[in-house]
């Protein structure tokens, strides 16, 4: 049920690995959900407090069961607990968005605020091109980068263009900030774009081109 993408085998993604005692008043709630095919209650959301509470010897921790049908909704209440909370990462969040297929609105309407930066950055990556969100996953692109494209892009399109355009900037020795980065995205969302037309082996496919470059020369 841990929806962070690094995590140990219980859950666990070691964020209270140095502190050795546990304070009730502290740990919070945790969720907990009772799968009905089993029997056996689960812990949803708060794996690394129950971890500090076992190691710690403590007779009890507050919890709060959740009503699920299934343990894939078990999950997104976590998960969706955890994203309100600011807990985990943008990338742990987007991941999240991208296998539920998750909107700004639904957010809104279970009431997180879209205000808190996981859950910004999060919608704001999730729209990446699959391409470049792989690439922000592995650690091959700045996350920052991609928050401000992601944001400012919607169309995949345009998205590949502008990491092309960086990519050619940065060969070429210049240096390049997060403002530059922004400005050029914007720039790219109103350039225009042409259409060709090529013969391919499967007929004639039609193909959008952003000219931002261009109209940056």
Same mark, same amino acid.
Not at 2 to 21: A, D, E, F, P
Not at 65 to 88: F, K, S, Y
Not at 106 to 117: P, S
């Given at each position: 049920?841990?929806?962070?993408?690094?995590?140990?085998?219980?859950?666990?993604?070691?964020?209270?690995?140095?502190?050795?005692?546990?304070?009730?008043?502290?740990?919070?709630?945790?969720?907990?959900?009772?799968?009905?095919?089993?029997?056996?209650?689960?812990?949803?959301?708060?794996?690394? =407090?129950?971890? %500090? /509470?076992?190691? #710690?010897?403590? @007779?009890?921790?507050? &919890?709060? $069961?959740?009503?699920? !049908?299934?343990?894939?909704?078990?999950?997104?209440?976590?998960?969706?607990?955890?994203?309100?909370?600011?807990?985990?990462?943008?990338?742990?969040?987007?991941?999240?968005?991208?296998?539920?297929?998750?909107?700004?609105?639904?957010?809104?309407?279970?009431?997180?605020?879209?205000?808190?930066?996981?859950? =910004?950055?999060? %919608? /704001?990556?999730? #729209?990446?091109? @699959?391409?470049?969100? &792989?690439? $922000?996953?592995?650690? !091959?692109?700045?996350?920052?980068?991609?928050?401000?494209?992601?944001?400012?892009?919607?169309?995949?399109?345009?998205?590949?263009?502008?990491?092309?355009?960086?990519?050619?900037?940065?060969?070429?020795?210049?240096?390049?900030?997060?403002?530059?980065?922004?400005?050029?995205?914007?720039?790219?969302?109103?350039?225009?774009?042409?259409?060709?037309?090529?013969?391919?082996?499967?007929?004639?496919?039609?193909?959008?081109?952003?000219?931002?470059?261009?109209?940056?020369?």
């Amino acid at each position: 049920f841990q929806n962070k993408i690094l995590h140990g085998q219980k859950g666990t993604t070691g964020t209270l690995r140095g502190v050795q005692t546990f304070e009730p008043a502290l740990a919070g709630v945790i969720q907990v959900w009772r799968d009905p095919q089993d029997g056996k209650t689960y812990v949803v959301n708060g794996h690394n =407090r129950v971890d %500090l /509470a076992s190691r #710690a010897n403590a @007779p009890a921790i507050n &919890g709060m $069961v959740i009503q699920a !049908e299934t343990a894939e909704q078990a999950r997104a209440i976590g998960a969706l607990t955890n994203i309100a909370e600011g807990h985990g990462t943008p990338i742990d969040a987007a991941k999240f968005f991208r296998d539920t297929g998750r909107t700004e609105a639904d957010l809104q309407a279970r009431g997180l605020a879209l205000t808190d930066r996981v859950a =910004r950055e999060g %919608l /704001a990556l999730a #729209a990446l091109n @699959p391409m470049l969100f &792989g690439a $922000v996953s592995r650690g !091959e692109f700045p996350v920052e980068r991609a928050v401000i494209i992601g944001q400012r892009l919607p169309d995949h399109a345009q998205q590949l263009a502008i990491v092309a355009m960086l990519d050619r900037q940065l060969r070429a020795g210049k240096k390049l900030t997060n403002d530059v980065v922004r400005e050029l995205a914007d720039f790219t969302a109103s350039a225009p774009s042409q259409m060709t037309m090529q013969e391919t082996l499967f007929g004639t496919e039609e193909t959008s081109q952003s000219l931002a470059l261009e109209k940056a020369q």
